[in-house]
């Protein structure tokens, strides 16, 4: 990008703007003009909360959370089932499950899957300190809650077979039709696996 | 948006995101995450280039075009002729002149466009500041490169309109045929601007 007719700080805006996700150099633009139009309002309040994210905010050193506390506020609140794991791939996915509100453990971010193709190998993930916390003994179930992709799955038979020792109760999420789903609209696999876990 | 499961910097910084053009509540989420995973990278350049930004951009004093000098440096920049003046309604226009390269002229940023249907008027537009540089005598000629929309070209006829009595020259950019337009493409209004002024 090439922004010559204003200064190298709004250069260096459009550019840094234009390597966050879903945004690309035209996109970037646009944002970095609607910030500087008012630049003591949305722009001067993104810097703060920038630089206060930047400072407070930690990754849980149990889960993998993303919290100003560590651990993390899930891991510490009261009520919560501490023999209950949710493993889930990523933080949007915790987040997501933390919406919909139905599970009331602990979780455990493994931080993506594996994957061949992307060269991320079991020591890349954090499952060492998945087996660590359910070897503590205090862990009755652990659920994979991880995406129905291939890799996810490859991931889910994994945890299955190193938690194999274990005296630990393992379970999936159900794979079937989505809410407000339409079989014509589905894949032939979805529709498999509803039929074949049907109630 | 509700995201208790991580600390209230993390909600503001979604909440904030969110703002932005183009951005909804999921994609702000996204693109938090992003920041998140290595907040000693992205997200602190940004908060620093937000905060140079918010500290250094201002408008510029003569045309309106977002500079961290003032005037701007398209406004100061020698070997520009200071005797055409093209007018365009938002500084994301200047930059797109200047990225087309075929302008050695000066700006000036009206602001918007007349619009009877979101009120806005004249002296909501920087349209006197635009008069009193073409009556302080040095301008010749005044191009009105405003869009092609019905709210533009009311402006244009409006601005033509004010600077009646001046001794200067007003053109508007051409309407015709897009580079690479196909005529089965293209509305009837083009095709009819362009066959008008067919050369």
Same mark, same amino acid.
Request: neutral net charge.
């Given at each position: *990008?090439?922004? %010559?007719?204003?200064?190298?700080?709004?250069?260096?805006? &459009?550019?840094?703007?234009?390597?966050?996700?879903?945004?690309?150099?035209?996109?970037?633009?646009?944002? !970095?003009?609607?910030?500087?139009?008012?630049?003591?309002?949305?722009?001067? =309040?993104?810097?703060? @909360? /920038?630089?206060?994210? @930047?400072?407070?905010?930690? #990754?849980? %050193?149990?889960?993998?959370? /993303?919290?100003?506390?560590?651990?993390? #506020?899930?891991?510490?609140?009261?009520?919560?089932?501490?023999?209950?794991?949710?493993?889930?791939?990523?933080?949007?996915?915790? =987040?997501? *499950?933390?919406? $919909?509100?139905? /599970?009331?453990?602990?979780?455990?971010?493994?931080?993506? +899957?594996?994957?061949?193709?992307?060269?991320?190998?079991?020591?890349?993930?954090?499952? %060492?300190?998945? &087996?660590?916390?359910?070897?503590?003994?205090?862990?009755?179930?652990?659920?994979?809650?991880?995406?129905?992709?291939?890799?996810?799955?490859?991931? !889910?038979?994994? &945890?299955?077979?190193?938690?194999?020792?274990?005296?630990?109760? &393992?379970? %999936?999420?159900?794979?079937?039709?989505? /809410?407000?789903?339409?079989?014509?609209?589905?894949?032939?696999?979805?529709?498999?696996?509803? *039929? +074949? $876990?049907?109630?």
């Amino acid at each position: *990008m090439n922004q %010559r007719s204003a200064g190298p700080e709004v250069q260096r805006l &459009i550019e840094l703007l234009s390597k966050l996700p879903g945004l690309g150099p035209r996109s970037a633009r646009r944002v !970095a003009l609607h910030l500087l139009k008012k630049p003591d309002q949305l722009l001067t =309040w993104l810097a703060t @909360a /920038f630089a206060d994210a @930047a400072a407070k905010v930690q #990754s849980c %050193r149990v889960c993998g959370n /993303f919290d100003t506390v560590n651990p993390c #506020s899930v891991c510490v609140a009261p009520g919560r089932d501490a023999s209950v794991i949710c493993a889930v791939e990523e933080v949007g996915d915790l =987040w997501a *499950m933390e919406r $919909s509100g139905v /599970f009331k453990g602990r979780y455990h971010v493994i931080g993506g +899957a594996l994957s061949a193709l992307e060269g991320i190998g079991p020591d890349d993930l954090n499952i %060492r300190s998945l &087996i660590a916390r359910v070897a503590s003994g205090e862990v009755r179930e652990v659920i994979l809650a991880l995406n129905a992709t291939v890799d996810g799955q490859t991931t !889910a038979h994994y &945890i299955t077979d190193r938690l194999a020792g274990l005296d630990v109760r &393992i379970t %999936r999420l159900a794979q079937g039709l989505p /809410f407000g789903g339409e079989l014509d609209h589905l894949d032939d696999g979805t529709i498999a696996a509803a *039929m +074949a $876990s049907r109630r």
